[in-house]
DNA sequence: TGAGGTTACGCCTATCGTAATAATG
DNA sequence: CATTATTACGATAGGCGTAACCTCA
């Protein structure tokens, strides 16, 4: 598991649309899909189901959504934290 | 930043010595000096001080570490809660 | 039939380990 | 002179984008 996984995988999960996450991401959409075919695997868990040619988070999805943004978060602390010591 | 990083660089400060993290971490001595270098250069903050052939946590090095250590446990927690999700 | 997700594939960069170097206790 | 960190360097794996594909509204 990596930053990067929980980053796009957020973006996807809170737009239910891999395309619309991977452009915010600066990203091709087969990257995208590739990141989460990958945190999938690793844990054996499906994240999104594939209706057609939309995709909708699983209830497993759900709770890794806030899990990761948890994780996001204190992340995004640490980066400013550091940032704040370069003056000191 | 990488959680990876923050392991390699937890490990390192926890001994006060690269050896024998890197031996804890299976990982090369090079490798884990490498990636404290990355780290250093990636915000412009010294980690260690290199004094002779030992080294020492800077005061910038403990507040990170700190922080670290808070994003690596709730990391942890993602992936447990993760496998917990495999049954279900 | 076109919009969107997946798969195949080649490339490229980041990271690894080995080995040489420097420093010091 | 043995120990430890850094640097150099070639090799490898993981992640990216392009493009072809499959499916469905």
Not at 7 to 21: D, L, P
Not at 64 to 76: G, P
């Amino acid at each position: 598991m990596t930053l990067e996984q929980l980053r796009v995988f957020v973006a996807i999960a809170e737009r239910e649309h891999m395309t619309r996450a991977a452009a915010a991401l600066h990203l091709a959409q087969s990257a995208a899909s590739a990141t989460v075919a990958s945190l999938e695997a690793e844990y054996g868990v499906k994240l999104f189901d594939r209706v057609g040619r939309t995709i909708r988070l699983t209830p497993q999805g759900a709770v890794l959504l806030d899990e990761a943004r948890a994780v996001l978060l204190q992340a995004d602390q640490v980066r400013r934290r550091m940032e704040s010591l370069v003056a000191s």
